[in-house]
């Protein structure tokens, strides 16, 4: 098929000369002159011979079937009888200038049949020298390959169409080899790639899809295996929010087409890949989420308020209870008159036990939280969040260094977040009490062997070595500026760190504040 190019109207001019045929001595089978003739007059393609200017001297039959005219009626007329008169006057200067140079031209024209109807002509032209090797004859071939052309502009067009409809779609689309090579993409694919820097979005995403990473793609394109609706997150190496999409893909096939596969057709199998932006839902679902952990916490630590709030009155109505039981058992042992005094007595204990039963009767239970997996980096990441707005007041700077993949531990996540609020609580008061070295928190997490472990680092002034076991005992408060707190907040962290099989300890740093240290074990834990 003539190889048509916008850039030069759709012709093409032969480099080399043509060889003068007059005189060409082959030393094959001589034919006569008359198979010559013949083969030309029952050529099934149009072959008209015309002199220098293009006055046809010869047509022959084929030209009748592509034109209309019978060869009688062209004989004697200028080829451009069957000019359509749209064909810019630039392809016939290339044209003429091919010829007057001696060499062969080919493009494409509009031509027009004896009936009136246009054709599109693919058009081969070449001068014939004498042997002077000056231009005698022309020798016109040419062939109406119209349906070639509205076949190859409905291609073209359709392209075009699916083309933009693909770019217009507000989600990424591109079409991968097996290999991972796109080879088709839309503008918001294209968009995604200026935003995500990291390399070819795709294949980025497609590494967080199960059994789609690049080493994986020819097996899933052999067993034609795709994904739907899989969601993505991607952290964008600690720049900005993190961003999520839904990705889905699907193969699909293509025949093959190279010359190799004409007479038997192959297909190809290409990736689909579409990924749509879900951060805006995700956000939404986020804050949703950490609205009712908000409300969770709230109503968890009011409970725990009102648990130490009598539990503190229990203790310290045990005091004259234990006092007058032991004055009673002693006045028992003496001898003289003690009756009205242990009557007293008996009544005191009494009330004192019947307050300590209403108070322990009004003890809120412990909230009942079910077992399950959970992340201790999306713990942690939680109570930073909760605890923002107080970070921010205090002006204190969180330096977070999560470990990338962390096993998730079988436990309570509610109670491990009140863990790591109160540990975190501890260390924003510890940063404002006097002595303190300055508002720097670091807090690390890490997996070691079979348990995982947290770091709590802060700045504060430290905590004496004497205090460091006594400090977990229920209402010890060592806080100079905080006095209003209970104490019971490490003793309380104490507590859901051993229900998860674990311990907290402090240590300290030269140079650093107080380092609280929690590890879960990842066996056995959450019993
Ligand atoms: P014209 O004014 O005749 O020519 C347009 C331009 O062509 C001129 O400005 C000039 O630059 C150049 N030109 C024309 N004649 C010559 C010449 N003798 N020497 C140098 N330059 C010249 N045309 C078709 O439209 N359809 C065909 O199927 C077709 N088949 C041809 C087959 C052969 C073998 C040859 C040699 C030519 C063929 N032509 C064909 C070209 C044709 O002869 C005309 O040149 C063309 O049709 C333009 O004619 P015009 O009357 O519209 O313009």
Known sequence: MNQQSPGNGGYECASAPVEQAAGDTTDAVVLPPRVFIETVEQS???????????NILYANAACQRVTGYAPSE??????????????????YEELWGCIGAKRSWNGLLVNRKKDGTPYLADLTVAPILNEAGEIRYCVGIHKDVTDVHHLERQVHN????????VDS?????????????????????KKLFTDLRGGEPALQLLAAVPGFSLDELVQACAQGRGFTNHEVRFDSGGRGEPRWFSCSGAWVNEMEVSVDSYFESTSAAYLLFV???I??????QERARMSAVRALMAEQQMVQGIREALSGALFQLQVPVNVATAVKTLLERREGDYEPVRAVLDQLCDAGNRAMETLTAALPPVPVEPLALVNLNEVVRDVLSISTERLLATGVQVDW????VLPALNGYQHRLRTLVKQLLDNAIDAMSEPGARGKELEIVTRAN?????????DSGPGIDETLRVRAFEPFFSAWRAHSGRTGMGLALAQEVAVQHGGDIRFEQASGKGAGVWVTLPLVGSGG
């Open 158 to 165: 359709q392209k075009a169409l699916i083309e933009s409809v």
């Open 275 to 277: 990924a749509t932006e």
């Open 44 to 54: 099934p393609v149009a072959i008209s011979i015309t002199d220098a200017a293009a």
């Open 279 to 284: 951060t805006a839902l995700k956000r939404e």
């Open 169 to 189: 779609i507000p989600v990424a689309v591109a079409l991968l080899d097996s290999d991972g090579k796109v080879l088709l993409d839309n503008h918001a694919y």
């Open 401 to 404: 260094r999560p470990e990338s």
């Open 74 to 91: 062209l004989i004697g007329h200028n080829e451009s009888i069957l000019s359509n008169k749209a064909t810019p006057k630039s392809v």
């Open 449 to 457: 062997g079979d348990s995982l472990q947290l770091l709590i680092q």
